[in-house]
C-alpha cells in the first residue's frame, strides 16, 4: 500500500531515473517550481478531502486530456507577448511533469485496490492486475508469457475498500475499536522514501531560499555516520543495541510462548443442501503443550451433536458410504434414522474419544486439553463435529469456532543464556564511563564539525 508521502519519493524517483541528462538539468533549473509540481505525484489524493476517495481524481482521462491539450493547442502571439511568464516553454514543461507524476500516482495505486479508471463515463471500481506467467514445470522457471486483467468490483464493496471514505461509526463498527494499531515498521518503509523525497527536492530549495535571504546565514543540514562517533561513543552505542536485543528475545518473550489457530465448523440442513459433519485439522509443533474451545453457536433449535478427535484414517474409509447414502436418498428424503445408525455402528471405530453436546444447553464453550504425550496427538489432532439428531422440519445453517492455543516452552539453559548475556552487557556499559564523560561529548561536536 502506498501513502502520499511515498508517493511523493517513488514518483519523483521514476521520472528522475528515466529521464535524459538535459531533461534531468531543465527539471532542477528552477526548483522552487520544481518542488511546486512535484506535488502532482499526490494531487489525486485530494478527493479524500471530500469523502470519495479513488474515483474522479483517479481517471485516467483527465491526465490524458490534458497532456492532449498541452501538445495540441498553439498559443496565439498576443497571449504569449501579453502574459509571458504563463505561457512559455518552462511552463508547458513543468505543466507535462505534473501530468505524469499524476499518471505514475494512479500506476502505484493500482498494485493495492480497485481505482474508478475510467471515470466519469464509468463510475464502477475496477480491480488492476498485471505481471508475469511462470513455467512451473520446467527445472528452471521461465516467463511464460505477460497477463493483465481488469475485474470490476462491486460498487457496494469498491466504495468500502478505504475505511477513509466511511464514518467514524462505520469504521468503529469494522475494527471494533476506536484506535486502530498500526506496524511502525510499515511507517518506517514509508518515512525513508519521505526522506529521500526530502533530500532531493525539498532541502534544495530551502538551503536556496535561506542563503537568499539571510547571505550570512549557513545551512548544514545534518548527515549522521558510523565516523561521527567517537569510538567511544560508538561502542556504547552497539553494547546498548545488544542489550535491547537480547532483552527483547529474553525476558521480553519469556520462557514461553502462545500461539493461536482458529478454524470454523459448519453444519447446516436446508432446502437444498445437507452437510451433517464437518472436519478440522489441528497442527503444531512437537513438544507443544495445547488446549482447544470449542464455541458454540445460541439457538433454540433442538439437534444434538456428537464430537472428538477422529482416527482419520477410519473416517476416510466409512466416508464414502456416508456421502453415497446421503445422495442415494436426495436432501428431501435423508433418513435420519439410517444416516444415525450408519455414523453410529462406526462410532468407536472412526473417533479416538467423544461426547455428545447440544447447541440449546447453557454451555456456550467446551474447553478440552490434547495429551501430545500419546503418538498420535504428537504434531496434530483432526477434531470432528456430526450432527446425530435434529428436527426434520426445520432448516438451519450452525457454525462453531474452534479455538486452539499452543504453549512453546523454551529451553531453560537457552534462556539463562540470554539472560546471562544481557547482564554482562549491561556491566559493560556501566563499566565503559567514557560515554558519559565530557570529553568524549566534546569530541562527538568536534568530529561533526569537521565532518561538515
Known sequence: MTWGTSHLGISVLLVLIFSTKEYRAKMFQNRTLLLLVSLGAVFPDLDLLVGVHRTWSHSIFYPLIILFFIHTITISKGLKEKYPKI?????RFYLNLFVILWLTHMFYDSSFGPLAIFFPFDTTLYDIQGGVLLNLSTFILSVAGLFIEITPVNPLIGSNVFFTNWTPDQRIQYFQTNILQYPILDFFLHLTIFLVYLRIIVLPVLDQQISHRYPKFTVNWIRFSPATFSPSILRSLIIIGLIIAFTIVGPVQGNSQNFNTSSSLNVKV????????????????????????????ATSLQMSYIWGLVNQSKFDSIKTQLDALIKQMGVHNVSQQNYTGLFKSYLNEILYSNSTISPTTQVSKISFSINVNESKYKTGFVFGLFLIQWNSTESFDQNFQLNTVFTIYRSPILFQSYVLILTLFVLLILINKDLFKRKNISSFNNNYKDKQ
Open 87 to 91: 505561457f512559455n516553454p518552462e511552463t
Open 270 to 297: 436446508l432446502t437444498e443442501q445437507f452437510q451433517p459433519y464437518q472436519l478440522s485439522t489441528v497442527s503444531y509443533p512437537t513438544g507443544a503443550q495445547v488446549t482447544s474451545e470449542l464455541n458454540l453457536p
